[in-house]
T-cell receptor
Framework: NAGVTQTPKFRILKIGQSMTLQCTQD?????MYWYRQDPGMGLKLIYY???????DKGEVPNGYNVSRSTTEDFPLRLELAAPSQTSVYFC?????????????FGDGTRLSIL | LAKTTQPISMDSYEGQEVNITCSHN???????ITWYQQFPSQGPRFIIQ???TKVTNEVASLFIPADRKSSTLSLPRVSLSDTAVYYC????????????FGKGTTLSVSS
């Protein structure tokens, strides 16, 4: 099993450009999450999904959009990139939202907006 | 969510057992205790999770006393490749509930 796979690993964008961060998991997990991690800070939840076709906002959703057309894929879309979106983005998945179902993370996408 | 407190750093030598203790005084009845490991430029990797008493897997053991106000991650016979940051989390579950990663414990293993 590959687990959670994120692409690309690195990306540099210019202000105002758009891009999609890809995330796919092969564990048949129902729940998927997008976090961002700024230097020296903890993770902040951007969006999450409890199943295909269902998404909801986390604590920092502004400037981002998501879709969940399949169980495996949960792409994150940045529209009109801004310097404040420079961060490391982690995708995670879990079987359910229960506390005894831990989240499993990808290796992240390091994004710089210049 | 219950706040966790763990040492900022620990040093060890190869072959030793390492115990990292985490306090979580305000843990709630339904919360689970989860430990993650993170290497530079990688995502957090799930190590072990428990609710009470002792849990063991192929990587580590987790000891949780009856009052659940603390927990201890035990890594047997560490190697250089165990050098990483270890995070203790209290997981309440629930859709939309973000995991809270503190600063973690930086473990340095030397030969």
């Amino acid at each position: 099993n590959a687990g959670v796979t994120q692409t690309p690993k690195f990306r540099i964008l210019k202000i105002g450009q758009s891009m999609t961060l890809q995330c796919t998991q092969d564990m048949n997990h129902n729940y998927m999450y997008w976090y961002r991690q700024d230097p020296g800070m903890g993770l902040k939840l951007i969006y999450y999904s409890v199943g295909a076709g269902i998404t909801d906002k986390g604590e920092v959703p502004n400037g981002y959009n998501v879709s969940r057309s399949t169980t495996e894929d949960f792409p994150l879309r940045l529209e009109l990139a801004a310097p404040s979106q420079t961060s490391v983005y982690f995708c995670a998945s879990s079987y359910s939202g229960e506390a005894n179902q831990p989240q499993h993370f990808g290796d992240g996408t390091r994004l710089s907006i210049l | 969510l219950a706040k966790t407190t763990q040492p900022i750093s620990m040093d060890s030598y190869e072959g030793q057992e390492v115990n990292i203790t985490c306090s979580h005084n305000n843990i709630a009845t339904n919360d689970y205790i989860t430990w993650y490991q993170q290497f530079p430029s990688q995502g957090p990797r799930f190590i072990i999770q428990g609710y009470k008493t002792k849990v063991t897997n192929e990587v580590a053991s987790l000891f949780i006393p009856a009052d659940r106000k603390s927990s201890t991650l035990s890594l047997p016979r560490v190697s250089l490749s165990d050098t990483a940051v270890y995070y203790c989390l209290v997981d309440r579950g629930g859709a939309g509930t973000a995991l809270i990663f503190g600063k973690g414990t930086t473990l340095s293993v030397s030969s």
